[in-house]
């Protein structure tokens, strides 16, 4: 799998002429984790496939989630044991698809006093959780007593606690687990366009026969012919059913998630931990890295979707939260070094509040024929598009008699996975440190490399050694910059260090090291005058103000 499909923009106008001349089986509208989740599958059955995101992939909630792919615990408070039943063996799929980008990943759960969890509903909880996710070995579920909880993790806070439950989920990185979908679809001959935004359907009697888009960055429209056509633009996808004149019955319901990020050494948590908040929510503090971030809120959205902002009173919210509880944190706003907020697409139900709305996601099909699907969570990803492309198969079955096999995901390694089992990751990654290390690269680096290309860090080892210009660290960003252009369909530095790299989340000092490389790389490959250049420029150092300066005088 070290060998990389070329996947790239430079080319663009003549990629989109080549495109449209095309008819498909099959368009997917929204570049998310959803919408590439059914590329892959669909593709994977012998569908012709192209899939249209109007910004760049996985930049609407793909990119802003909690980056877990967990099998959602306290779904089991709201009895939806299919949930928890799907989302929990989906995690050990997942993980299997890509070891390297899905990393397991303790969680500590204190059990304190007047806690929403008891022990004795943990304990079962917990039990439930493991024969439902079909949890294996190790990672069954555990009992602490106090002391054990404290060994594992001495900022929770001695007066209150009574013990913990400890038990598995992986960690991953949302954006790079969309990107590697994509690329794997590629491998059955999909095909997969950012910046091209769907404006319009075409319909046949009656029927919707194709879409129109445009290419938003050089501006021509282009008409697509197509047996079908997914809605699966997440946030966006009761505009498109507007466009459809279909948007009826079921709504949906938008909620905001926050997330900050502070420097490891100020809250140097050992481990994830799932935790109480005083109004009887949960959260999250996940050690990643050089970073610990925390999250997540769940309040109503009715703002412009295309910029979703953390306010004051998110980063506050959170704050006090976590000094809540461990006693010995004192975090402030000053402390925080970036954030990110993100929308959840969820199904509105009368009378519900943001957090009791169910996370199932649902499929609805119009008069004209297009198929919506929203709801749902990153970790069902492979399910949701399951269950959207059977939906393809059985229309496909009585409009033209084609019989489709059935979904083949769970056994398709994405991009970048030649490892059999988490072991060859840890082995891998100290390979590449073992490589790197005479010309100062630390264990971090070589982390960072492994977790975030898998083994096509081999292909960016090879345009490190090609690559003469600047001292060691220049020339890897130099060398992450070409394979992210050549094969990741990167536009824009803004793609390169939001999401594929995670450098704004969970490295964002790099980007201040590294922002002239890169912006010089984006100039060779793309041809930018110096002020196009220099609008990047700005752009970068904007993007740092607003997701790292948090003062009180900010609306």
Request: some cysteine.
């Amino acid at each position: 799998m070290g060998e990389s499909i070329a996947f790239s923009n430079t080319d663009r106008k003549n990629s989109l002429q080549t495109l449209a001349q095309e008819a498909y089986d099959l368009v997917v509208i929204g570049g998310g984790i959803t919408g590439a989740g059914i590329a892959l599958d669909a593709s994977a059955r012998g569908l012709k496939v192209l899939l249209l995101e109007k910004g760049d992939f996985a930049s609407g909630t793909s990119s802003k989630s909690t980056k877990l792919i967990h099998g959602g615990l306290r779904y089991l408070k709201q009895f939806d044991f299919w949930l928890v039943k799907e989302v929990g063996s989906e995690r050990a799929i997942v993980h299997k698809l890509a070891p390297h980008l899905v990393i397991p990943e303790k969680m500590l759960l204190p059990l304190i006093e007047g806690g929403s969890y008891g022990k004795w509903l943990t304990s079962i909880g917990l039990k439930v959780y493991d024969i439902l996710a079909q949890v294996e070995g190790d990672d069954k579920r555990q009992m602490l007593e106090k002391k054990e909880a404290l060994k594992l993790e001495p900022l929770l806070p001695k007066k209150i606690l009574n013990g913990a439950g400890y038990y598995a989920e992986y960690r991953t990185d949302d954006a790079r687990l969309t990107l590697e979908n994509i690329k794997t679809s590629l491998q059955f001959g999909a095909k997969a366009v950012n910046y091209a935004k769907v404006i319009d359907f075409v319909y046949a009697n009656e029927r919707v026969a194709g879409v129109m888009f445009r290419d938003e960055v050089f501006g021509g429209e282009y008409h697509i012919s197509s047996k079908y056509v997914i809605n699966a633009a997440g946030p966006w996808v009761d505009e498109l059913r507007s466009v459809n004149q279909s948007k009826k019955g079921k709504r949906l319901h938008l909620t905001k998630g926050v997330h900050l990020v502070f420097p490891r050494e100020k809250l140097p948590v050992q481990q994830s931990v799932y935790f109480d908040i005083p109004d009887g929510r949960m959260m999250f503090a996940i050690p990643r890295g050089k970073v610990t971030y925390i999250g997540t809120t769940d309040t109503n959205f009715n703002a412009d979707k295309d910029h979703v902002t953390t306010d004051i009173a998110d980063a506050i919210y959170l704050i006090s939260a976590v000094n809540h509880m461990f006693p010995d944190i004192h975090l402030e706003l000053s402390d925080i070094i970036s954030s990110w907020a993100g929308l959840r697409p969820l199904i509105h139900e009368e009378g519900k509040s943001a957090s009791e709305l169910s996370r199932k996601d649902e499929i609805f099909t119009s008069d004209t024929g297009l198929v919506s699907i929203a709801g749902g969570k990153l970790t069902g990803y492979r399910k949701m598009a399951e269950r959207v492309v059977n939906r393809i198969a059985r229309n496909l079955e009585e409009d033209h008699d084609i019989h489709l096999k059935p979904c083949s995901t769970d056994k398709i390694p994405l991009c970048g996975n030649d490892f059999k089992k988490f072991k060859h990751v840890q082995k891998y990654i100290a390979t590449v440190f073992d490589r790197l290390h005479d010309s100062g690269f630390t264990e971090y680096d070589a982390w960072y490399l492994v977790t975030t290309y898998g083994k096509q860090t081999e292909t960016i080892l090879e345009l490190y050694a090609q690559t003469k210009s600047g001292d060691s660290l220049e020339r890897m960003v130099r060398a992450e910059a070409q394979f992210t252009i050549a094969h990741e369909m990167a536009l824009t530095p803004l793609d390169f260090f939001i999401r594929r790299t995670g450098r704004l989340y969970f490295d964002i000092d790099s980007i201040r090291n590294q922002m002239v490389p890169v912006l010089e790389e984006f100039q060779k490959a793309f041809g930018h005058s110096a002020e196009e250049v220099d609008a990047f420029q700005k752009e970068l150092e904007q993007e740092l103000d607003n997701h790292s300066n948090f003062s009180l005088d900010r609306e």
